[in-house]
């Protein structure tokens, strides 16, 4: 899978705001000072794919910063309460075929839906392309054909592993574990430990490092 594009639409009482960023092949640095953005940008990667799960163990905020969530400010330092915001993420898988994800992050649009452009809708916009709602974070995401995960696999061919893992008699639910082998193969196991401490307590850990230990010798 290769990241295409990046775009935050915000809307706030002051006007429009947002950025994009555009991802070439090879090795991406992503370069600014401090409270710039940074971290808002790569979480907003993983929101727009539906995997804040592994960010926070909290299903009813998103882990995001403020800026994108209730109020940003400009160079000047003024504040400009949000009223609404989208991430808009183009993806590429093996075939070079290209779709666009829309998730709503403030306003009347379910956040638990995510919108599936069929194209490459950041990069081309001027072109038509037909849409689909998938639906995350709830029962069947990762396994029922409206479920987002479920589509995400089948749109880059792979085959999630089922990982039996029980901690304090309790068994790893199958959206976690789905949703730890997409994020395993998105950004890498070393960034998710460095940067998510919801990470490290993860139940499915363990199993994907024993998962990813057979793959690399297969």
């Given at each position: 899978?290769?990241?295409?594009?990046?775009?935050?639409?915000?809307?706030?009482?002051?006007?429009?705001?947002?950025?994009?960023?555009?991802?070439?092949?090879?090795?991406?640095?992503?370069?600014?000072?401090?409270?710039?953005?940074?971290?808002?940008?790569?979480?907003?990667?993983?929101?727009?794919?539906?995997?804040?799960?592994?960010?926070?163990?909290?299903?009813?905020?998103?882990?995001?910063?403020?800026?994108?969530?209730?109020?940003?400010?400009?160079?000047?330092?003024?504040?400009?309460?949000?009223?609404?915001?989208?991430?808009?993420?183009?993806?590429?898988?093996?075939?070079?075929?290209?779709?666009?994800?829309?998730?709503?992050?403030?306003?009347?649009?379910?956040?638990?839906?995510?919108?599936?452009?069929?194209?490459?809708?950041?990069?081309?916009?001027?072109?038509?392309?037909?849409?689909?709602?998938?639906?995350?974070?709830?029962?069947?995401?990762?396994?029922?054909?409206?479920?987002?995960?479920?589509?995400?696999?089948?749109?880059?061919?792979?085959?999630?592993?089922?990982?039996?893992?029980?901690?304090?008699?309790?068994?790893?639910?199958n959206s976690v574990r789905h949703d730890a082998c997409l994020l395993v193969g998105t950004i890498g196991l070393a960034d998710i430990l460095?940067?998510?401490?919801?990470?490290?307590?993860?139940?499915?850990?363990?199993?994907?490092?024993?998962?990813?230990?057979?793959?690399?010798?297969?």
């Open positions: 899978m290769r990241l295409r594009q990046l775009n935050l639409e915000i809307q706030t009482e002051s006007g429009p705001f947002g950025g994009e960023i555009t991802f070439s092949d090879g090795l991406v640095v992503v370069w600014a000072d401090n409270s710039m953005g940074k971290s808002t940008c790569v979480r907003s990667i993983l929101v727009a794919l539906g995997l804040e799960a592994m960010l926070t163990t909290n299903q009813s905020e998103l882990p995001l910063t403020q800026a994108p969530l209730d109020h940003l400010e400009d160079a000047d330092g003024v504040r400009h309460k949000v009223l609404e915001s989208d991430v808009y993420l183009q993806l590429e898988n093996a075939k070079g075929e290209n779709i666009a994800v829309r998730r709503t992050l403030v306003g009347t649009r379910d956040k638990n839906l995510i919108t599936v452009v069929f194209g490459p809708l950041l990069t081309t916009p001027e072109s038509t392309y037909s849409t689909k709602n998938f639906f995350v974070n709830r029962d069947g995401g990762a396994t029922r054909e409206s479920g987002f995960h479920s589509f995400l696999a089948d749109f880059l061919g792979w085959q999630l592993p089922i990982v039996q893992r029980y901690e304090e008699g309790r068994e790893c639910p460095q940067t998510s401490e919801a990470a490290l307590q993860n139940p499915c850990i363990p199993d994907l490092l024993t998962a990813q230990h057979r793959a690399t010798r297969q």
